[in-house]
């Protein structure tokens, strides 16, 4: 290992002190480089023996997989021979039975696979009981035609009715959203005729109430001008006798009392005339609310 690693570029001998001969310095390099070779080839081949064996192993086990795969298959292929084998004795029981049960001639009660085969033999071993028994199946088909004829004219006839069916309720329903609509429109005319109404009848009441305080004010006047003539014509006759003066006094006071009383009523009668017509009023409100 010494040898292969040294190198003799400077070295030289120890006794005459002379470089090293060209030969043998070739000869060691070369020496040198064979070895370096023989280790690299040594690893790679000890690198590739590894992988070979770890690929040895893998197919190893894979093998082993595929052993215990290819038992199983062949346990599974024995049980599918065994169920095949049942299988076929099922049926050839089954068919045995359909020999017997089947398709059976009815007058010599042989039995057939097919319904062509019973055909075929009741054509040749019973042409007559065939012909009749094709007879019966045309009529019996005919028949079965006219069946479905009249099931397909019932069918049309009952698709005819439920058209006929929805435009009558079509009709129904659009007379209903007429009357609807109908009924909307006199609700909205009743409610607009009322609110007219009821308009109209403030207007008069307020009308009505403007009347009755200018006719209030008016009496007032009147009644404070005749006060003021009495007080007047009072003071006039005041220089009359004792007498006089107290009659009249006496005379002017029931007067006085009177138109009293005769404003009173009026105006209480105006006042309940008023009133009523504001209860009036305020029952269209609620009313129309």
Request: glycine content about 2%; aromatic content about 4%.
């Amino acid at each position: 290992m010494e040898v292969m690693l040294c190198s003799l570029d400077g070295e030289r001998c120890q006794e005459c002190r002379s470089p090293v001969d060209p030969g043998l310095l070739k000869v060691l390099q070369l020496a040198q480089l064979s070895m370096e070779w023989l280790l690299h080839c040594q690893e790679v081949l000890s690198l590739n023996l590894h992988a070979v064996e770890e690929r040895l192993e893998a197919e190893r086990k894979e093998q082993e997989q595929l052993l215990e795969q290819q038992s199983q298959q062949e346990e599974r292929v024995k049980a599918l021979e065994e169920e095949l084998v049942l299988k076929g004795k099922l049926v050839s029981d089954l068919q045995s039975k359909l020999l017997l049960c089947s398709h059976k001639c009815p007058i010599c009660k042989k039995g057939f696979f097919t319904p062509q085969f019973l055909r075929s033999h009741m054509e040749r071993r019973h042409p007559e009981d065939h012909e009749s028994q094709l007879q019966s199946d045309r009529e019996m088909k005919s028949q079965i035609n006219n069946l479905k004829m009249e099931i397909s004219g019932l069918r049309e006839r009952n698709v005819q009715l439920q058209q006929n069916l929805d435009l009558k309720t079509a009709q129904e329903k659009r007379l209903e959203s007429e009357l609807d609509h109908f009924k909307a429109e006199e609700m909205a005319r009743f409610e607009r005729v009322q609110t007219d109404s009821a308009r109209s009848q403030e207007q008069l009441l307020l009308k009505l109430e403007q009347q009755l305080k200018e006719q209030e004010k008016r009496l007032e006047s009147e009644l404070g001008h005749f006060k003021a003539e009495e007080m007047a014509r009072f003071e006039r006759v005041q220089t009359d006798s004792a007498r006089s003066q107290e009659q009249l006094l006496l005379k002017l006071e029931q007067q006085l009392k009177e138109q009293d009383e005769s404003w009173k009523s009026i105006l209480h009668q105006s006042k309940e005339h008023h009133d009523s017509e504001m209860n009036n009023l305020s029952f269209c409100q609620s009313w129309r609310m």
